[in-house]
Each structure stands twice: as structure tokens, then as C-alpha cells.
């Protein structure tokens, strides 16, 4: 399990960044960060509540299938016949996102887009920075080694990200902003390309699955989108692709933090199921 966590907090990304005023009506439901905590263990418990007792998070699959979820330990389902349970532990160095804590636990975004509690016997806060520009496009993003390139482009989308992501269980773009110095991404998506030679730049189709493209302008770059070549219109057309809409906070994210000089995966969540106290809204 701890290799699996591990596989699935890393991936390889390439940065584009747009140049304009970030004040155009988007916005996005983030967490409310406190600080940032590191494991100081290996299989540290990931409990339900503040106890040494509650409940453990856990895996839950049918057996000999892919069909798993994560859940506590009380779940019953964890007890059916062709069910197995693995316990989710936090490994040695993971880090996580506070947003709550009592005198012995901290309280943290968990894997799987769970809120559960760490003993602080067990963890500590660790050293962060509040994220660049010049960070974002490191050589090291990530943890992987990628040669990554930054562009600008003029006016209305200053101060964006468009992520061509690569990697384990991702594969696609992504839109982000610095925001409270950190990273925030929107929900990964990945539209289908078509060459057509009478399009004289890039279309879209009505049903918004393919990407139509003049061969001639190579707005591929390796099967991902290069925003580097498009102009204000029609990055604004693509926007709703990741769920960015005007007027219509995203409730998912994917938060980057720059701990101990490194860019690292925070969270990926789903801000739907976070408590209300434990959230704000943010322009994106």
C-alpha cells in the first residue's frame, strides 16, 4: 500500500503559464489550510476521529477485482464474504494538509479525498514556502526529472497554469493558479484531437469531445494541448473543459505546496464531502 500511495502522489508534468488579470469571475472551493505536517513513520494510522480507538482508515475490494474503495474500519462491508480490508497508512516523510488540530492529533486532508487524524506523536510540521512562478517550472516538479519549458502569453489569462500531465493514473491538462501560495490545479481533463485541414485554426465540437486543429499550426505537443499557440478566445472556449465556469465554484482541486524546497503533491480532493468549517472559496 505504501508503494501505491506513493505511485499515485507523483506524476510528470510540462508547464505552460498564461499572462493576464486573474480577476474574471472563476473561482474554486479550497480547503482551509493551517500548516503542513510530515510522517515521521512508516504504517502511521489514519484514524476517524482523535483516538488511539476510532476507527482506521481503510482499503476495501472485491476480491479479485479493481473494484475498491476507501472507508473506515467499522464499515461492514469490510466483513462481507469476497470482500478484503487493507489498513491506508501514512509513510515515512508523506506529507499532508492540516486543517483542523487538538493538542495530540492533527487533523489532515487524507489519501483518497478523506479527512482523518494523525498522531503528533507520529508527525511534525515541516518547512514551506509560498509557491513561484520560477518554482513551477523546476526540472525536479514532482519528484520526476522532466526538461519543462515556460511560455507567456499576453492580457486576460496573466498569472494562469495549463499542466500537461503524463504519468501513473493521470494523463491529460490541467489549469491552476497560485493561490495562498500554493498550487491549485482543477480537475484533469483529456479531449480527443482531430486534424482537419479546412479548419483554419482550432474548433471545438458541439458535444465538446474533440478538439478540431489546422495540421499546419501543430497545437499538439507530444498528444497534449500547447496553450503556447492559442490566442484569448480560444483558451476561454477550453476553460470548461476542467470544470473552470464563470459563476460556478469548482469543488475539486489538486493542491502543490513547495515543502522544504521542493514542489510536492499535497491533496487531491473533492471539496463536495469537506466539512463547511473547513473550507473557503477562492478566486481561481
Known sequence: MKKLLLVMT???ISCVCFVASAQIGYEVVMPKIQ??????????????????????????????TDNCCATWSNDPTSKRRGYYSS??????DQNFIVVDETPEWYCVLAPYGNVAYISKRFSKEVSLSPVTR????????????????????????ADYVAVNVSGFEKDGTMLGRIIDGFLVLSHPFKP????????????????RQTIFYNPNLEFENHYMLDFTLLNESEIGAILPYADVVAGKPSTYCEIVGLVNGELRLLAEISTDDLPANFKTVRKF
Not at 140 to 145: D, L, P, R, T
Request: hydrophobic share 35%.
Open 87 to 92: 489498513p491506508i497508512t501514512a509513510y515515512k
Open 10 to 12: 507523483l506524476f510528470v
Open 192 to 207: 480527443s484531437f482531430r486534424s482537419e485541414s479546412s479548419s483554419k485554426r482550432l474548433a471545438i465540437s458541439k458535444d
Open 134 to 157: 520560477n518554482d513551477i517550472h523546476r526540472v525536479s516538479a514532482f519528484g520526476y526529472e522532466l526538461d519543462q519549458k515556460a511560455w507567456f502569453t499576453p492580457k486576460k489569462y
Open 35 to 64: 500548516k503542513i505536517i510530515q510522517s515521521t513513520g512508516d504504517n502511521v494510522s489514519l484514524r476517524k476521529s482523535p483516538s488511539t480507538t476510532a476507527p482506521r482508515l481503510m482499503m476495501i475490494c472485491v476480491d479479485e
